[in-house]
């Protein structure tokens, strides 16, 4: 069974990912938000912009 981590999205809602589906993030400092690249499309685009932070993610995907 797949590991999920939950990130919340730009407009509020709570997202699960499976971990191994993440190929990059990258914080737009400026905007505030993280873009979250997956290896598949959703909603018709293969990122999602989340409010955590990259450390936050890298904490959720490492489990540290």
């Known amino acids: 069974m797949a590991r999920l981590i939950t990130l919340t999205d730009a407009v509020?809602?709570?997202r699960l990912f499976n971990p191994d589906?993440?190929?990059d993030a990258v914080y737009a400092e400026g905007l505030g938000y993280t873009w979250v690249y997956i290896d598949v499309k959703i909603?018709?685009?293969n990122y999602v912009k989340v409010k955590e932070t990259l450390e936050q993610i890298r904490i959720l995907v490492n489990g540290d």
Do not use: K, S
């Open 21 to 23: 589906h993440i190929v």
């Open 12 to 14: 509020g809602n709570e």
């Open 43 to 45: 909603d018709g685009v």
